[in-house]
């Protein structure tokens, strides 16, 4: 699977986007990029995911760069409640499907 | 929704002891995994398996071992517990195919204490 670089953390301030990166340059054309959060003490929570297009659900809109190079997590309105670590991953599903977390990016909303 | 449970969710025992944490699923799913967690740092996945009588170690070398009789359920235990053991161990499973087939649903976790 290939390795993914996120920011350490990030903030945002509570209403606004938050936009979270991920770098993944070494990703294969049949890997998908997932994206995972991990509340405090909490298993963590699946996303979203994509190949290449982007993709919108309700929680989260999932934009991949035309090389896929890398990609942004939005949370269109960020609340308190996702104050979290935020996990990007990128796998082949079904063929190989555990899953290496890295050290994700810790959000904080601010007030 | 996901419905994987994990026991005890909490568990503070003594050095030396046998210990063994519960993961099953009602979801009919063939994959599943345990991670490990110390606080505030990333999950590393230390066992899988891909179904019944099938396990693997994972990235992170551990002392536990598993075991997958039945689909449903994925036990692991440490034979003799130490304070270097003490961490939150996740359980999760994922199917093979179907619209849920991205999707690795994760149980509460187990945080376990060795003194």
């Known amino acids: 699977d290939a390795k993914t670089t996120q920011p350490t953390s990030m903030d945002c301030a509570e209403g606004r986007a938050a936009n979270l990166p991920c770098n993944h340059s070494t990703i294969s054309g049949n890997e998908y990029v997932y994206w995972y959060r991990q509340i405090h003490s909490q298993g963590p929570q699946y996303i979203i995911h994509g190949l290449k297009n982007n993709e919108t659900n309700e929680m989260a809109s999932l934009i991949i760069t035309e090389d896929r190079k890398s990609s942004t997590l939005i949370l269109p309105h960020a609340t308190l409640r996702d104050t979290a670590v935020y996990y990007c991953i990128v796998r082949v599903p079904r063929s190989a499907s555990k899953i290496i977390f890295g050290s994700g990016t810790r959000l904080s909303i601010r007030p | 929704e996901a419905d994987i449970y994990q026991t005890p969710r909490y568990l503070v025992i003594g050095t030396g002891k046998k210990i063994t944490l519960e993961c099953s699923q009602t979801?009919?799913?063939?994959?599943m995994y345990w991670y490990q967690q110390d606080p505030g740092m990333e999950l590393h996945l230390i066992h899988y398996?891909?179904?019944?009588?099938?396990?693997e170690k994972g990235d992170l070398s551990s002392e536990s071992t598993v075991s997958r009789i039945r689909t449903e359920h994925f036990p692991l235990t440490l034979e003799s517990a130490r304070p270097s053991h003490t961490s939150q161990y996740l359980c999760a499973s994922s199917d093979r195919s179907g619209p849920t087939s991205y999707e690795q649903y994760f149980g509460p976790g187990t945080r376990l204490t060795v003194t």
């Open positions: 398996s891909y179904g019944v009588n099938s396990t």
């Open positions: 979801m009919g799913h063939d994959k």
